[in-house]
């Protein structure tokens, strides 16, 4: 079982990465291990998101303490760990620095159903604004959870993204769509404001049908099968 989380941490990164959502060094994803405790799967620090192996990845406790593996620990951990322990529905948890997010998170402005992307987050986005520096303490972590409550996103002001999903290809998805709406709702602003927006019944049956777990596997793993035809070349005989 460890091994199967291992290998789908290691996609998700891959994907990450090839949706844009790299930023060299920085940003890191964790999955929860099903075995009751609190620890959990995490990206080590000094890699890209698209470095990890099944063998470098780090193991963490519910503390934010590395507890098996070689490689260091991110200090933003306790974004993870905070999370993962006040939501014992979620199981994953991402965190990047897209960059429309984050240029979205300047305007001070509340992410609109300009378009499908939009739409999944209808209930609102929470912005997380006590500081725009690193969440590297328990207490920060403990304030971001809090933040994002029972939502599955938010956003970090001047920063970036948290998903939070109850499976690694969920969480991932989030991030993807998250970042998306972001970038629509700019362009939209640079054209001088949306006018119309979904509302009402076509909301609501929009929200539904752009977030369901099918969606979230049949993406991850188109995205994964697009990272290997464009990476892993045919041996040859």
């Known amino acids: 079982m460890t091994d199967a989380l291992r290998e789908k941490l290691v996609q998700a990164g891959r994907v990450l990465v090839s949706e844009d959502q790299?930023?060299?060094?920085?940003?890191?994803?964790?999955?929860?291990?099903?075995?009751?405790?609190?620890?959990?799967?995490?990206?080590?620090?000094?890699?890209?998101?698209?470095?990890?192996t099944p063998d470098n990845i780090i193991i963490v406790d519910r503390e934010g303490e590395p507890v098996a593996g070689t490689m260091p620990r991110h200090s933003e951990v306790f974004i993870h760990s905070e999370i993962l322990r006040v939501r014992s529905d979620i199981a994953a948890v991402v965190h990047t620095h897209p960059p429309h997010a984050v240029a979205f998170s300047s305007l001070g402005r509340p992410l609109l159903p300009v378009g499908n992307?939009?739409?999944?987050?209808?209930?609102?986005?929470?912005?997380?604004?006590?500081?725009?520096?690193?969440?590297?303490?328990?207490a920060r972590g403990r304030a971001v959870a809090?933040?994002?409550?029972?939502?599955?996103?938010?956003?970090?002001?001047?920063?970036?993204?948290v998903t939070a999903g109850r499976s690694i290809e969920e969480a991932v998805w989030l991030a993807l769509k998250l970042e998306r709406a972001c970038r629509v709702q700019l362009m939209a602003e640079a054209a001088g404001g949306a006018k119309l927006l979904a509302d009402g019944e076509d909301l609501t049956k929009k929200s539904k049908r752009a977030?369901?777990?099918?969606?979230?596997?049949?993406?991850?793993?188109?995205?994964?099968?697009?990272?290997?035809?464009?990476?892993?070349?045919?041996?040859?005989a």
């Open 117 to 138: 992307d939009g739409a999944i987050f209808c209930a609102g986005v929470p912005v997380f604004s006590e500081t725009t520096d690193l969440i590297i303490d328990q």
């Open 146 to 161: 809090r933040c994002l409550g029972d939502h599955q996103a938010l956003i970090l002001c001047n920063h970036g993204i």
């Open 22 to 52: 790299g930023d060299y060094v920085a940003g890191h994803v964790t999955l929860r291990l099903p075995d009751g405790d609190g620890r959990f799967l995490m990206k080590p620090a000094g890699i890209g998101l698209e470095e990890m």
């Open 211 to 236: 977030n369901r777990t099918d969606l979230h596997i049949n993406v991850f793993n188109y995205l994964v099968r697009r990272w290997a035809s464009r990476h892993c070349r045919p041996s040859k």
